[in-house]
């Protein structure tokens, strides 16, 4: 059984940082992309961040170049830092492990972004 969890969300200013962690029970190679997902209230889950198992990575628009998803093999573990936060980046945000044909998810990181 896979399981994926994240951690690091918070409260925090506009204009500051955090960093999610994403811990998988299985090593992270197995894994064909590991994704982090964003859902704010009212709106649709998008798609925020890849990383496919070469290491390649992609970013939506909104967060293209204050975002960097990056992962740690040893650990198992996919990290998301997110720098210059706006309120807009206020979310759950979800950890998405894509192993054909099957995905899996966390459960999921309260992202809040308010002075």
């Known amino acids: 059984q896979v399981q994926l969890v994240e951690s690091g969300g918070g409260l925090v200013q506009p204009g500051g940082s955090l960093r999610l962690s994403c811990a998988a029970s299985?090593?992270?190679?197995?894994?064909?992309?590991m994704n982090w997902h964003r859902q704010a209230p009212g709106s649709q889950r998008e798609l925020v961040a890849t990383?496919?198992?070469?290491?390649?990575?992609n970013y939506a628009d909104s967060v293209r170049g204050r975002f960097t998803i990056s992962r740690d093999g040893a650990k198992n573990t996919v990290y998301l830092q997110m720098n210059k936060l706006k309120p807009e980046d206020t979310a759950v945000y979800y950890c998405?492990?894509?192993?054909?044909?099957?995905?899996?998810w966390g459960l999921g990181t309260q992202v809040t972004v308010s002075s």
């Open positions: 990383i496919t198992s070469g290491g390649d990575t």
């Open positions: 299985g090593t992270l190679f197995s894994f064909n992309t």
């Open positions: 998405n492990g894509v192993r054909w044909p099957n995905n899996y």
